[in-house]
């Protein structure tokens, strides 16, 4: 089963991983897992020697949380990748594809979510 | 001075697999780079969802052809250990014989590509010609040349014999002869170092915090290589990981060239330690809980995320694959250099975006 994991809120996200880099952990990736009530879990992946360490942070639909992109500059692409398969409004990420990372104009938004949501089209 | 925007890709004579990067250039300096992918995006992770247990082996080898046997391989381990399956000794000996002719193949098929990434067209069908030979076997233990689908739940789904695993040492001591005599153009031709040293430098600190996997990684220093967790039967062969420190496209040629003799070794060890016995066990009931499994595939850490709820279908496959790790690293490493060494800077991380975009 999964070890290591805590659960964590959006407020506690970027302490928690500002502490990940400071003790010299790197971001492996992050998961979104769509809930049946429509709400997400996001986990965040961090590993040193080895050794996986993971948050799960719990978020609603339509809630915004921070992106930890500007402390890990890797996390951009997962976190664009959740942003658009899953609709979690992600907000702040360096570099934001604005929707436009994998699919193409014509796909229907949000595959991964059970229902269609739409944070933005650029 | 002005700067311009050169599209790199998604269609380019180097490139494998369609990539686009927008190349900010100031004359012919590379400032910034942009990537833009989604050409080659297939909803994989959403097809797994529609399928159950076993037919998601299937799903997960099609993720890329060139490291299929790993996804499986992950995939599968995650689910025995989500069950509590326990596979028998041979089988986790097979595993690692076509884990590693996976690794021998997919190493010689970058190093076909990196030589032709720098016009020297005569040693990159030198390369894939060794290769074939590596293919060859994969069709004769398995029926098929890459996507070989012999993993399954609990063991694998074919056996290699004594007298087949004879031949195999043999064959790849054949491209063991065959690739010193590459190696040398690739380490010591003033052509070939001239593109490769001194470009596209990662350092280890950087290469670290910006996620940087597999021969990326090591190529900087960083010692870190999936095999040591001791999956399949790596905990009882007799390896290390392959580490330089240089960091450059220089460095990250010669661990690949490495690895490739460490492959061909480990195989000669699996030929001479593998014992006899079952290669499955049956597997009864449907998963139920969550796990993370992570393989070494030959371009880096493969991670899965996989959710069972009891049933036979799987609430939720995540796949981070290696390349989608390195690409912010190589975001790092464009800047300041000639448009001219993007393709071999690209080339150098091994890019796989079949793998990257699922």
Redesign the interface.
Known sequence: MLENITDITSAQLWRETQKMRNDGYRFVTATCINLPDGSFDVLYHFDRDIGLKQYRLHVTAGEEIPSISHIFFCALLVENEIKELFGVNITDIVIDYGGHLLLSDGAPSTPMAGGQITIERR | MTKTVIPFGPQHPVLPEPLHLKLVLQDEKVLEA?P???YV?R?L??LTETKDITQNIFVVERICGICSFMHALAYCQGIET?MGVQVPDRARYLRVVWGELHRTHSHLLWLGLLADSFGFESLFMQAWRCREQVIDLMEQTAGSRIIISTNTVGGTRRDIGPEMLKHIVEVVGNVEKELKAISKVFLNDYTVQHRLRDVGTLTKEDA????AVGPVARASGIN?D?R??GYAAYNELDFAPVVETAGDSYARTVVRLRELSQAIDLLRQVEAKIPAGEISVPVKGNPE????S?VEQPRG?V?Y?L?ADGTKFL??V?V?TPT??N???LL?MLPGHLLSDVPVLILSIDPCISCT?R
């Open positions: 942009v833009a992918i989604g995006h909803g992770e959403k989500l670290y915090q910006l996620g870190q999936m040591t967790l809980g969550e796990i993370v992570r850490e991670l995320y959710k609430s939720r995540r981070r989608f790790a690409i912010p690293a790092h975009e």
